[in-house]
């Protein structure tokens, strides 16, 4: 149990064109879903918390309006880059927890964006 | 504000030797948990162990297990019969209890090659 999936696993785009990236829990409702970025060989940089049906909560330094984050569902959270640019050509990953009191977070297995 | 400190960005380990990978933390707080994450050339996160600070046992989970000094801070991981499959990036991780923001902070990571 504890599946997490995300679509696309990888994707190419134009510059300036924007992308949604999908993160699903399979078998577990996710009251809590979270955004990663991991540039090569670096740790992972939390982006936002997403809880379902509210606004989430982005981390210091992220673009709330360029990262946009919705958690529609208990089995769905999408990120979407919005114009997007080369910069933020990178492995996107997401993470969810099964709800309160459940501290141990789920990885899906990342989206490798790349932005021409 | 809590931090995570792995202070060994590579280290390698002949196939069937034992190794251990060092991880301090810093945080005020009493209650809270610990993980090492395991990511492969795959990128897929997969946990590897956890840790409840209340809990003085340390865990075990087959060839891997912790050496968890609470009043040191300090959360290492050793891996036993070491297998070429465990070549990956781990990342250590500590949460403080739900209820608070539920977020992962991570270490810097210690790539791990498993040498035939």
């Known amino acids: ?116 | 504000a809590q931090t995570v400190t792995q202070s060994q960005p590579e280290m390698s380990v002949q196939e069937a030797e034992t190794v251990t990978l060092s991880c301090t933390y810093d945080t005020s707080e009493n209650n809270y948990y610990l993980f090492w994450y395991k990511q492969p050339p795959s990128r897929q996160m997969i946990l590897v162990i956890r840790q409840e600070a209340y809990k003085q046992q340390n865990a075990t989970e087959n060839r891997f297990s912790v050496n968890f000094q609470k009043a040191a801070k300090s959360f290492s991981l050793k891996i036993s019969d070491s297998q070429l499959g465990d070549t990956a990036m781990y990342l250590c991780a500590w949460v403080d209890l739900p209820g608070n923001t539920g977020k992962l902070i991570f270490g810097q990571g210690t790539t791990l090659q498993v040498k035939p």
């Open chain 1, 1 to 116: 149990g504890a599946v997490v999936s995300q679509h696309p696993s990888w994707v190419i785009c134009k510059s300036g064109t924007s992308v949604k990236i999908e993160c699903r829990s399979l078998d577990f409702q996710a009251t809590t879903m979270f955004w990663y970025r991991q540039f090569p060989k670096q740790s992972l940089m939390l982006m936002a918390t997403s809880n379902e049906g509210s606004k989430a909560t982005y981390e210091q330094g992220v673009e709330k309006d360029k990262f946009l984050i919705n958690h529609a569902s208990l089995t769905l959270s999408t990120l979407t880059v919005t114009s997007a640019h080369p910069e933020d050509s990178s492995f996107y990953i997401c993470s969810a927890t099964r709800g309160s009191g459940e501290e141990t977070q789920y990885f899906g297995p990342g989206t490798r964006l790349l932005v021409l």
